[in-house]
């Protein structure tokens, strides 16, 4: 997870004060509060989250106010923030929580409501897992076995044997994928070898790949995952401006097309009025294809062939769609043009026809290689590509426009 992960969705498991302040802040925010506040405050705080939004705060405080604020938590909770840590972030071993409900083969469901009874009390446990003198995991207790099964039957006898369960190191967005059609409220956490060492809630996993998902509307146009409604203007302004800076740059390119052909927009003056009209289109054909593609990234549906294929289809959406709303378009510029008593009223409208078509089908290509060529390229795919994406699609229908402009009526 990257740095500018927010300390979000978690209301439910916040008990302090302070819990809920930090989920109206993101994590440089969150450090910044916590390095004033007494250490066991903190401490109650973050063991309210899950381990992998408390983690990044965690390792962001002082060195010593970290090893005063470790040494305050539960004995449960430094055992597996331990482990957690030796996860890279954005896999499942970020988001564990320790294993509740550890039971034996052996045992009779006798003992095993007995046991389960008193963790409850102080825990919520959903399953019961069975596991072997090395810790591996043999089976799942549903308690609606326990609750049809004789009280002096072994557990070994009313487990779900072979249960699925999750790697550690496998990335949040797969495992999302592998849960996807089961939905159960807990799945067990276990090494290549069997062993269990944690579980992980649904609605964690869920939580975390929904709070991605719903950056990177923001991401596009360069607004920081970590900037929220609460978020001081200050700190939004050093996140927004300098990418409005490089759009004013890459705008300065777009203008720059457009003062190349001064001349031939002198003398027709009619392609001024249509200029924002099929820059308009593209961009939205573009924006289009654009959201397609970081979906299917984002959801792990690309492959390279896939990536291949996507891009002809939008070529060929983008195609189709200029021919509509060309036509539409081109006889708006007959009606302007003769209006205006232009006697190449007619031959504009062919021209605005043909322009539109090209620059919705360069449109639709770009859509699609802009997120693929910034994932190629190692970095985020949704990264301001709504500026590189409009950047692209002006130049080309603008330059496409005004050139064929200036070959057929110049």
Same mark, same amino acid.
């Given at each position: ?69 470790? $040494? ?19 896999? &499942? ?16 469901? $006798? ?110 146009? +360069? !607004? ?21 800076? #490089? ?8 203008? %720059?097309?457009? +003062?190349? #052909? ?5 003398? !027709? &003056? ?48 983008? #195609? ?7 036509? %539409? ?31 919705? &089908? ?16 190692? $970095? ?7 500026? #590189? ?5 002006? &130049? ?15």
């Amino acid at each position: 997870m990257s740095d500018a992960m927010l300390v979000g969705g978690q209301a439910l498991r916040t008990r302090t004060p302070l819990g809920a302040e930090l989920l109206t802040r993101g994590v440089r925010e969150a450090v910044e509060l916590l390095e004033h506040e007494p250490d066991q405050a903190v401490a109650d705080a973050l063991a309210d989250f899950y381990p992998d939004l408390a983690l990044q705060i965690l390792w962001r405080l002082p060195e010593g106010k970290r090893r005063q604020v470790f $040494a305050l938590l539960p004995p449960e909770k430094r055992q597996q923030w331990t482990l957690n840590v030796d996860y890279p972030a954005e896999t &499942v071993g970020r988001l564990m929580d320790p294993p509740l409900g550890i039971l034996r083969p052996e045992q009779t469901v $006798a003992e095993a409501v007995e046991h389960l009874r008193e963790l409850s009390a102080r825990a919520m446990v959903t399953y019961g897992y069975v596991l072997d003198p090395a810790g591996k995991l043999l089976g799942v207790i549903v308690f609606r076995e326990l609750l049809f099964a004789e009280p002096t039957q072994r557990l070994d006898q009313v487990m779900l044997g072979d249960p699925f369960s999750l790697r550690p190191s496998t990335p949040v967005l797969d495992a999302m994928k592998d849960v996807l059609r089961r939905h159960y409220p807990v799945y067990p956490v276990c090494e290549a070898d069997g062993r269990l060492v944690g579980i992980v809630r649904g609605q964690t996993l869920f939580e975390h790949q929904a709070f991605e998902i719903s950056a990177q509307s923001g991401k596009m146009v +360069g !607004v920081e995952k970590e900037e929220r409604v609460s978020t001081p203007w200050q700190r939004s302004l050093l996140f927004r401006h300098p990418w409005l800076q #490089f759009n004013l740059l890459t705008a300065f390119i777009a203008a %720059s097309v457009v +003062g190349v #052909f001064e001349e031939t927009i002198d003398k !027709v &003056v009619a392609l001024a009025v249509f200029l924002p009209v099929l820059a308009g289109q593209s961009g939205n054909t573009g924006c289009q294809a654009l959201a397609v593609t970081i979906r299917g990234i984002t959801l792990g549906e690309l492959t390279a062939a896939g990536a291949r294929t996507l891009v002809a289809k939008e070529a060929w959406l983008g #195609f189709l769609n200029g021919i509509g709303t060309g036509v %539409s378009a081109g006889i708006g510029m007959l009606i302007f043009a003769y209006s205006k008593g232009d006697p190449n009223a007619l031959l504009l409208a062919l021209i605005v026809l043909v322009a539109m078509v090209g620059a919705c &089908v360069m449109s639709g290509i770009f859509g699609a290689l802009v997120p693929l060529t910034l994932r190629r390229l190692g $970095a985020d795919p949704a990264t301001a590509s709504s500026i #590189f994406l409009t950047t692209a699609t002006d &130049v080309a229908s603008m330059g496409l426009f005004l050139g064929l402009a200036t070959v057929l009526l110049l």
